[in-house]
């Protein structure tokens, strides 16, 4: 259990405060108001929540319990703890909190019931340790591994024992009863706020939609498809998917909403693809007003006549609304491309990216067919980017796969239509309180509950080197998400990860943690934060970047240099600790052994390499921009009309006429043959 640290324990006695004397004393519940609003601002909450406070000292009722929904949320939140070794049987304590947080997930549970669940469970995890080192073993040798269903043990307790040749869900189930009326539910959700916010119901929403994400909720997300569109799927007697059909638009009494989905899992789930456009063909043929997927779909396809397309091409291109990288192949570059910050100053080249790599079509007769021009009048005009989270194991800032497909999704609708879409998470890591968040929500929480919260920090210093660099890719996460999300990682953020990272905020001792288990660790995490600021992504006071880039450069003094793409590679950056240290008037001999320790490592002059690197960049982002704004609106290559006499030898070939006219009439009188043989033998074959 994540619990309070103490910024967020002391909120939440100045909403104590504020509780007990509404009735008793106005005037002092007025001053704990006015206090609550200062901590919201300085924890970052009132981004979190959408809360407009900025220079306000009052805050309405309603706001306070909702932040304080929010504190006892956080405190209640279960966390990853350390790192799972393979083989390694947790302690005593550790499996209590797993178990406790399997048990509390029925709430329905009898005290008997809950006992007889926590000893079992416990009898399974220490379990695992054993069988997990013995499948292998009998694996290596050709055994027989025994099978077993996977996945979180929060969400699926029979994943324990591990060490099983764990399987996932029946695709032909997919989605199930349960997860149908959950997605439907948290669909309504969705356009209940949209409209409260907007006034309109959203016409073009776009879904991420990964695999494992479906073994977990089971087709919530793809439900939430079916249902946007006004259709819904139909189940057999044994519960499987065998059709989609439409909803009347008397019972929906909605606009049919347009949907864009960017990844698909058509390699695990390609019968739920199938479905999905199945659902998509039938309602883009419905005349009916307020049918979004109509209306786009003619626009689109006039759109693609004009730019050169067949009427019969444009109208196949035009229906797909499913798009992901081609089959069996995974090179999505997002990730790498925000890592190489020194060599771009705008995210045009990672919206080109996406489209070039996402751009493939499924759906309406094709699979995985290039079609990047589709991909982007499909783009065009998406006002909401839904991903899902079905695991408290792994949240946004946990690897880069979550920036790469939603933020990557984020930039390219942005570069396309020249607006943000709003992002949002379908939340069913707690089944029984499922939920739509937004975006900064679901962040904010996740970086309240554990990456400033002492007590995964602790989990993670345990883990001695592994831990270090878990850490430090967190760092590297945020920072992807504000490449290619430019509003939702602010300055605040920063601020708290240089006060918790580089100051100690927690008083945990984590310069000898790092300087003990993995100095490089810290440099890359520290060289990170110097880039955003560089890159004006984090707009820092003063005192922070002279301690920053002081805490940097002793690190270096201390170990020598990590050299990796982030500070060797980025001689931009390189270049911009000289400078700002020279500005802030750090250390001299600090920044001459730091100057020399990686023209030595680079075997380069670092001004002539910061100074190439800054020419390629403008160069590169100029060609890309010209690229991208070509690819939107193609010319159409035409032919040029000219006059032409016509003279002896034309006259002669017309006479000739005739013969070709009566070659041309056998050629077709052939193949009209052949085509009735094989009508035939069809014809045949099916009785």
Request: hydrophobic share 40%.
């Amino acid at each position: 259990e994540g619990g309070l640290y103490p910024e967020l324990a002391k909120l939440g006695e100045s909403i104590n405060d504020y509780d007990v004397n509404l009735e008793k004393n106005a005037e002092l519940s007025q001053a704990y108001g006015a206090e609550v609003v200062k901590q919201v601002i300085a924890l970052g909450i009132d981004k979190t929540l959408g809360l407009d406070l900025a220079g306000k000292t009052a805050i309405p009722h309603e706001q306070v319990h909702q932040i304080q929904d929010y504190v006892v949320q956080l405190k209640r939140q279960s966390i990853p703890y350390g790192l799972h070794a393979f083989g390694r049987l947790p302690t005593a304590a550790m499996r209590k909190s797993t178990v406790d947080a399997i048990v509390n997930v029925d709430r329905s549970l009898l005290p008997d019931a809950k006992q007889v669940l926590r000893a079992d469970m416990d009898r399974r995890i220490v379990a695992s340790a054993t069988q997990e080192l013995a499948s292998l073993g009998n694996a290596l040798k050709g055994g027989y591994v025994q099978g077993g269903s996977g996945g979180e043990p929060i969400r699926n307790p029979d994943a324990y024992p591990t060490g099983k040749d764990f399987y996932g869900i029946d695709p032909d189930k997919v989605p199930k009863k349960a997860a149908w009326a959950m997605g439907v539910k948290l669909a309504d959700d969705m356009l209940a706020k949209h409209l409260k916010q907007h006034g309109s119901y959203p016409q073009k929403v776009s879904f991420v939609i990964w695999g494992d994400e479906t073994m977990r909720h089971e087709g919530v997300l793809e439900s939430q498809i079916f249902y946007l569109l006004g259709t819904r799927p139909v189940w057999d007697a044994r519960d499987k998917v065998v059709g989609v059909e439409v909803i009347p638009q008397s019972q929906l009494k909605r606009p049919r909403v347009d949907i864009v989905i960017a990844s698909a899992a058509e390699g695990m789930f390609n019968n739920v693809t199938v479905l999905m456009d199945q659902a998509v063909q039938k309602v883009k043929a419905l005349e009916e007003t307020q049918n979004f997927v109509r209306d786009h779909y003619l626009a689109t396809r006039a759109k693609l006549q004009r730019m050169g397309y067949s009427a019969e091409d444009a109208d196949r291109r035009a229906g797909v609304r499913i798009f992901d990288e081609p089959p069996g192949i995974y090179n999505l570059n997002t990730s790498n491309i925000a890592a190489a910050s020194g060599s771009w100053d705008s995210d045009i080249g990672m919206a080109n990216d996406y489209i070039e790599k996402m751009g493939h079509g499924f759906g309406n007769g094709f699979w995985g067919e290039p079609m990047q021009e589709t991909f982007r009048l499909a783009l065009d005009g998406v006002e909401q980017v839904v991903h899902s989270s079905s695991t408290m194991q792994y949240g946004t800032l946990d690897n880069d796969d979550f920036f790469m497909y939603m933020g990557g999704l984020a930039a390219a609708v942005r570069n396309v239509s020249g607006k943000n879409p709003e992002l949002v998470v379908t939340n069913t890591r707690d089944p029984g309180k499922p939920s739509m968040d937004t975006l900064d929500k679901f962040m904010g929480s996740e970086m309240q509950s554990r990456y400033l919260n002492p007590t995964w920090m602790q989990g993670m210093m345990k883990e001695g080197y592994a831990g270090a660099r878990t850490m430090t890719e967190f760092v590297e996460y945020l920072w992807g998400w504000d490449a290619t999300v430019n509003d939702v990682v602010d300055d605040r953020m920063w601020q708290d990860v240089f006060e918790v990272y580089v100051q100690d905020r927690n008083k945990l001792d984590l310069q000898k943690f790092f300087d003990e288990k993995s100095p490089y660790a810290f440099q890359a995490m520290a060289a990170r934060m110097v880039e955003t600021i560089r890159k004006q992504y984090w707009k820092a006071d003063e005192a922070t970047r002279k301690q920053l880039l002081t805490a940097y450069l002793d690190s270096v003094q201390k170990h020598g240099l990590d050299c990796s793409e982030t500070s060797c590679g980025n001689a931009r950056l390189m270049q911009y600790v000289l400078d700002e240290g020279a500005r802030l008037k750090l250390d001299g001999v600090a920044l001459a052994a730091f100057k020399a320790a990686v023209e030595a490592a680079t075997k380069t002059d670092i001004a002539q390499r910061a100074k190439a690197m800054a020419e390629f960049a403008r160069s590169n982002d100029a060609r890309t921009a010209a690229d991208f704004k070509s690819k939107q609106a193609p010319a159409l290559a035409g032919y040029r009309m000219e006059k032409v006499e016509q003279n002896a030898p034309q006259q002669q070939n017309a006479a000739a006429a005739p013969e070709q006219f009566w070659s041309g009439v056998l050629v077709q009188a052939l193949i009209l043959l052949a085509l009735l043989g094989w009508w035939y033998r069809r014809r045949v074959a099916a009785r």
